[in-house]
T-cell receptor, first 108, second 112 residues
Framework: RKEVEQDPGPFNVPEGATVAFNCTYSNSASQSFFWYRQDCRKEPKLLMSVYSSGNEDGRFTAQLNRASQYISLLIRDSKLSDSATYLCVGDGGQNFVFGPGTRLSVLP | DVKVTQSSRYLVKRTGEKVFLECVQDMDHENMFWYRQDPGLGLRLIYFSYDVKMKEKGDIPEGYSVSREKKERFSLILESASTNQTSMYLC???????????FGDGTRLSIL
């Protein structure tokens, strides 16, 4: 079983929609989680950290569910510029493990 | 802001050549990492280093070596390049092992 799993998508949503991604992790001892955004042919960039109490940054909300071992990312009022691949990351003990990414396309 | 700089954006080499990819970070980070990213496979860790002259194997170290002679610089070496090493290579750094990593722009390496 892969340590961090994501639905690869693509998620095609209209502008203004709310979209949510989940990411499951297998290491129950994982403590640190992050969401990264990666644009086509560019490097991953940190979007936000995921805290046990949840984390909100403008239109983006990240949640952690330890009981079910998943993290989520909610994007409200999606913009065309939100189109990208979203990578979830969890610590696998010695290092971070990156999920394969979920591709989002926001359509006009 | 953290700045991670990779020496080349695009590189074309021939099979059997020795290839050096260089990475420099300017934030005095302890940890540095080399990944490769391939379609459908995501980011895979090749090697990482948590201190000068220290290195640890990642998930796919075969065919690669690394060098960290100075804190700010981490080099990836392909000892004898092969076509299956054609990929996007990404360098990253972090202050501690449980803090987020910051990536360079990446090097698209093609082995012919």
């Amino acid at each position: 079983r892969k340590e961090v799993e994501q639905d690869p998508g693509p998620f095609n949503v209209p502008e203004g929609a709310t979209v949510a991604f989940n990411c499951t992790y297998s290491n129950s001892a994982s403590q640190s989680f992050f969401w990264y955004r990666q644009d086509c042919r560019k490097e991953p960039k940190l979007l936000m950290s995921v805290y046990s109490s949840g984390n909100e940054d403008g239109r983006f909300t990240a949640q952690l569910n330890r009981a079910s071992q998943y993290i989520s990312l909610l994007i409200r009022d999606s913009k065309l510029s939100d189109s990208a691949t979203y990578l979830c990351v969890g610590d696998g003990g010695q290092n971070f493990v990156f999920g394969p990414g979920t591709r989002l396309s926001v359509l006009p | 802001d953290v700045k991670v700089t990779q020496s080349s954006r695009y590189l074309v080499k021939r099979t059997g050549e020795k290839v050096f990819l260089e990475c420099v970070q300017d934030m005095d980070h302890e940890n540095m990492f080399w990944y490769r990213q391939d379609p459908g496979l995501g980011l895979r860790l090749i090697y990482f280093s948590y201190d000068v002259k220290m290195k640890e194997k990642g998930d796919i170290p075969e065919g690669y070596s690394v060098s960290r002679e100075k804190k700010e610089r981490f080099s990836l070496i392909l000892e004898s390049a092969s076509t299956n090493q054609t990929s996007m290579y990404l360098c990253a750094s972090s202050l501690t092992l449980n803090q987020p990593q910051h990536f360079g722009d990446g090097t698209r390496l093609s082995i012919l």
